[in-house]
């Protein structure tokens, strides 16, 4: 994904920014997530969900001089973007509407649920993959280049696999446009959509693992669209009358597989709905997220970013706030 870099390069500016200026350290931080939150917020056009991104995963302190510089460097990125690429969203869908009876639908609220519970699982298992993918690739290939060779290689394959069976390559490069015909209703078989929701995570690992400069963010997309169009495809096999189309179940497992994998419910929630546009969708989504972060977090309590800082003997604090329920006057 182009999602990575652009973080890492904006994160980067705003951190040399600060050392120039010979900065104190919690200046040098907030201008390193004033830098990531204006990178994702040009790249897809949310300025909510980038600052939310800010907020919920880099600042250790939200306060009015850490917030600030956030939304204005959010906001400058945002115009700037738009004044670039154009005012639209990120993927544009067809008009998606729950009605308050399908809403309400005990049915269909449990299988919000249900694929939380999978978002939950996929998103374990794609961080898994991942530090599995980062310590077997350089441990059976010292060398770089072969390393890089033999992770290329694999991809190569499964590329010309795809290519061979059903005339498109689906996983190669961001997946954009993997994502946008899920969305658009074009793929709908639910066998698919299934080897395309594992192949994903495979081959995103094995990019990753044999040295390959990226992100995660996008490949996360894939996966929640895959594997919520898989999810819904499956009830409508089960029930062809299911009121709620594949492309709302795959919008609704981008969020819970982005919630489930980064820990962030927020941003997952804000940038789901900023990048479709369509407010009608909030609620499965808060279901689906919160039941994703909820089981990803029983099975393990670092996030897909912080699980690769302890690989390699750098944890994170899990306490980045004072409990305030915990905080008692010297009378008290």
């Known amino acids: 994904g182009r999602e990575g870099p652009i973080v890492q390069i904006g994160s980067a500016i705003g951190s040399a920014v600060a050392q120039f200026s010979r900065l104190p350290s919690w200046q040098r931080i907030t ?48 115009y700037v973007g738009r004044v670039v690429f154009g005012s639209y969203p990120a993927f544009v869908l067809p008009e998606i509407y729950f009605s308050a009876s399908e809403m309400d639908h005990i049915f269909n609220l449990g299988s919000f649920v249900v694929l939380g519970l999978l978002s939950g699982l996929v998103a374990w298992g794609f961080i898994r993959t991942l530090l599995f993918a980062g310590e077997v690739m350089p441990r059976r290939f010292p060398n770089e280049y072969m390393r890089a060779a033999a992770g290329f290689a694999g991809i190569g394959i499964a590329l010309f696999l795809f290519a061979h069976f059903t005339g498109h390559y689906y996983i190669i490069g961001g997946g954009y446009d993997a994502i946008a015909a899920i969305l658009e209703g074009h793929v709908t078989s639910f066998a698919l959509l299934a080897v395309l929701c594992l192949a994903q995570v495979l081959a995103t690992s094995l990019s990753i693992g044999s040295g390959a400069s990226g992100g995660v963010f996008a490949p996360m997309l894939f996966i929640g669209a895959a594997l919520g169009g898989a999810f819904g495809a499956f009830l409508h096999m089960v029930d062809k009358s299911h009121g709620i189309g594949i492309p709302d179940y795959a919008i609704i497992g981008m969020a819970a597989v982005v919630g489930g994998g980064t820990g962030a419910a927020m941003t997952a929630i804000t940038m789901n709905f900023e990048m479709t546009r369509d407010y009608n969708i909030i609620v499965p989504l808060i279901i689906a997220v919160a039941v994703s972060i909820g089981l990803r977090r029983a099975l393990m309590a670092d996030n897909i970013f912080s699980a690769e800082l302890v690989r390699r003997g750098r944890p994170v604090p899990k306490d980045r706030y004072s409990n305030l329920y915990l905080v008692r006057s010297a009378r008290e």
Do not use: D, K, Q
């Open 31 to 78: 201008l390193l997530a004033a830098g990531a939150s204006a990178g994702i917020s040009a790249t897809f056009n949310t300025p909510l969900g980038a600052v939310l991104f800010a907020l919920e995963l880099i600042l250790p302190e939200i306060s009015a001089r850490t917030f600030l510089p956030v939304v204005i460097a959010t906001g400058s990125a945002t």
